[in-house]
């Protein structure tokens, strides 16, 4: 199906653990984005990618990595998992930057 | 630091009315102003969006005005219907850096039969 996936869409973990969130999308669209969702403060940006192979920090990337070896994958990895980290993960794609972004529907990650 | 600032945090609306939701932005000049909608356990969805070159735009039922001088832009919901009900995010877009989305805090809008 053509669109932007995420995966898991629910997923619980312990404080400490590393968890991958994945995300997809069938466009070959260029950039790819990381955003968290929290009440109060909107959708903070984590990290983002221009290109496979280019990656740059957001407002809160402390904790967070992220690679792109191909175009179409941009996965989020956590680390060390902490109860702050307790939030909900949309990931975007554009083909142009900022101008349009296609959000994906999201996980809800529950660090206990 | 929240470079983008958007009020109210959440709105009740009568169905028929208008809904008006503001931001202001500061510290930093912005090239692209686009508005999200999004409906609960969904992404969000680009609604409508404005360059600075111009004060006003409409789509429908949605407007949004800006002011360049005073650094606001604002999304009027004519009409509002229950199906408007959703959570609204105003973005900006840094002119030193266009790869990317600031957002607002968001709104929670309720339209009421």
């Known amino acids: 199906d053509a669109g932007i996936t995420q995966s898991p869409r629910y997923k619980i973990t312990e404080t400490g653990r590393q968890v991958t969130l994945m995300c997809h999308q069938t466009w070959s669209h260029s950039y790819m984005f990381w955003y968290r969702q929290d009440l109060g403060h909107g959708l903070r940006l984590i990290y983002y990618s221009a290109a496979a192979d280019i990656t740059d920090k957001g407002e809160v990337p402390d904790g967070y990595v992220v690679s792109r070896s191909k175009t179409e994958n941009f996965p989020l990895t956590l680390e060390s998992a902490t109860r702050s980290q307790t939030s909900v993960y949309f990931c975007?794609?554009?083909?142009?930057?900022?101008?349009?972004?296609?959000f994906g529907s999201g996980t809800r990650l529950t660090v206990v | 630091q929240q470079q983008v600032k958007q009020s109210p945090q959440s709105l009740i609306v009568q169905k028929g009315g208008i809904s008006i939701i503001n931001c202001a932005y500061e510290n930093t000049a912005f090239d692209y102003f686009p508005w999200y909608q999004q409906f609960p356990g969904k992404g969000p969805a680009l609604l409508i969006a404005?360059?600075?070159?111009?004060s006003e735009k409409k789509e429908g039922r949605f407007t949004i005005s800006f002011n360049k001088s005073a650094k606001q832009f604002s999304l009027h919901i004519m009409d509002s219907q229950p199906g408007d009900s959703a959570t609204y995010f105003c973005a900006a877009t840094p002119s030193y850096n266009t790869d990317k989305l600031i957002f607002g805090t968001g709104t929670r809008l309720q339209v009421f039969p």
């Open positions: 975007a794609s554009s083909e142009s930057g900022a101008y349009g972004y296609t």
């Open positions: 404005i360059r600075p070159d111009v």
